[in-house]
């Protein structure tokens, strides 16, 4: 009896729980593909009206890569593809010994819009795992299944990422 | 070669600094992971957007549910027209023979010969219409109004005796008892007890009275095909007006044959012999029926 209801995503409550807790990761998986957030709140929006179309075929466990699948499956031409903007916290600077002046201050706010323009010329592919990574935190086995890729082709994109964010940064100077 | 993504690892803290500190712009690279960890979630209307997919699934919901209603609807039109066609009764009377017609609701048709009568078995309890074609005698039953369709005319009633004739051109409607309202084209007469009216070509061509209580073309036989005693008795009861009683008739076999409708010892003589049974007259129309025990 129990473990029917937790099984069954048909139930309303399960499939609200389902929704709080992939909702946001798909969201931001299409933020970081498209730029676009009304793109990404529709991608959610098409992946839950689905899951919940077949909630009687899904089981909770396959409910995430169903989501993932179909969110990766929908065609959303109707909307442009922007550039990713990004956010930083308010959070204190890399090296607490080193100088605090002004010019510290300044070189890494300069450093961050840099790090933000390099993001954003990114491939999608690259940017959709390094941001997935870095911002959700999500393990490299994670993004891979996100991605429906391997762990070692997550590996060689963070790679990448990284190669060529350091090349972009530096070519701004 | 086995490719090393040793950045890769680096930025998943799986390999220390030291590892790395030789590589070419080491010190980007760490500013990157420094600053890319401090990157924020993008903003997410969690509830909004699950607000609005319940309203979009309501919607998606409610179109299908008008499908279905939509498909239920038709099913039902299909089914209903089918039981309407399948549910009309046609009967037609040979020449030289007549036809007696039992509706739902005990109202009888008496059709003479070559005529064409049809009536919707289901739908008699909603609408009391039939057509005809040729000639008959009705006697209908109290009821919503009764309606003789023809291709000359209509016919409406209540509930009382009347006959009509329908063919060809010809269209003559007499009313044995209570009133019809006859319409022909766009004329519409009354008629009252006894009186009768006919058109030919469309002109009408007399409107007067009869003295009869029932068409003379009716036949002085009444058929019976496999009916109990009882339905039998009914039968001779409405057509003699008399009264029996066969609660003592044990025989309870079905009857099939004819019986006259102008003689009524007749009738129950054969009757008497079919059933063995006797009768005792109680007086001119009161008959008790027993049977008949062998000595």
Redesign the interface.
């Known amino acids: 009896m129990e473990k029917e209801l937790i099984d069954n995503v048909c139930e309303e409550k399960i499939y609200?729980r389902v929704?709080?807790t992939y909702?946001?990761g798909i969201?931001?998986y299409f933020?970081y593909k498209f730029g676009n957030?009304e793109m990404?709140?529709e991608s959610?929006?098409e992946a839950?009206?689905k899951l919940?179309e077949n909630c009687r075929k899904v089981p909770l466990s396959n409910a995430k890569s169903y989501l993932y699948t179909v969110a990766n499956n929908l065609s959303l031409n109707r909307y442009k593809h922007k550039k990713v903007v990004?956010?930083?916290?308010n959070?204190v600077p890399?090296q607490t010994e080193n100088n605090q002046g002004p010019d510290y201050k300044m070189e890494e706010q300069e450093?961050?819009l840099k790090?933000e323009r390099a993001?954003q010329d990114l491939s999608e592919k690259q940017r959709t795992a390094?941001?997935l990574?870095?911002?959700?935190e999500k393990?490299?086995k994670e993004i891979a299944e996100i991605l429906n890729i391997s762990v070692?082709a997550?590996?060689?994109r963070?790679?990448k990422a990284?190669?060529s964010?350091?090349e972009k940064?530096?070519a701004f100077k | 070669m086995k490719?090393n993504?040793?950045?890769?690892?680096w930025?998943?803290n799986k390999i220390s600094d030291d590892l790395l500190k030789d590589t070419e712009?080491f010190e980007?690279?760490?500013?990157?992971k420094?600053?890319?960890?401090?990157?924020?979630?993008?903003?997410?209307?969690?509830e909004p957007?699950?607000q609005?997919?319940k309203s979009?699934?309501n919607k998606?919901h409610k179109r299908k549910f008008n499908w279905s209603i939509a498909a239920s609807i038709l099913l039902i039109l299909g089914f209903s027209s089918l039981a309407f066609l399948f549910s009309v009764k046609d009967f037609t009377s040979k020449i030289n023979s007549q036809q007696t017609v039992l509706l739902p609701d005990e109202s009888e048709v008496f059709l003479a010969e070559a005529s064409k009568f049809q009536f919707n078995n289901w739908f008699w309890s909603f609408d009391r219409t039939t057509r005809l074609n040729g000639q008959a005698y009705f006697e209908v039953a109290k009821g919503k109004t009764f309606t003789v369709k023809t291709e000359l005319g209509n016919v409406k009633v209540l509930g009382t005796r009347f006959d009509v004739e329908a063919r060809d051109s010809f269209f003559k409607v007499i009313c044995y008892e209570g009133s019809v309202r006859v319409t022909y084209e766009k004329e519409e007469v009354i008629l009252t007890k006894g009186q009768f009216i006919t058109y030919n070509n469309g002109v009408k061509i007399e409107q007067s009275n009869v003295y009869s209580e029932k068409p003379s073309w009716i036949s002085k036989t009444h058929q019976f095909v496999n009916v109990s005693l009882a339905e039998v008795m009914h039968e001779l009861e409405k057509e003699y007006q008399i009264r029996t009683d066969i609660s003592n008739v044990t025989e309870d076999k079905r009857f099939t044959g004819t019986l006259p409708s102008d003689s009524l010892s007749l009738a129950l003589d054969i009757l008497s012999k079919t059933y063995q049974m006797n009768y005792t007259i109680i007086n001119e129309n009161k008959f008790i029926f027993v049977d008949n025990v062998k000595l």
Not at chain 1, 86 to 89: G, K, N, P, T, W
Not at chain 1, 133 to 136: A, E, N, V, Y
């Open positions: 609200k929704y709080d909702s946001e969201n931001n933020y957030r990404a709140e959610v929006q839950f009206i919940w990004l956010r930083y916290a959070s890399q450093f961050k790090l993001i390094f941001l990574h870095r911002i959700d393990s490299y070692k997550v590996e060689k963070m790679q990284l190669q964010l350091r940064i530096e | 490719e993504y040793n950045l890769a690892d930025l998943d712009g980007t690279l760490q500013k990157i420094f600053y890319s960890a401090q990157l924020q979630k993008p903003e997410f209307r969690k957007v699950f609005e997919l979009r699934q998606a």
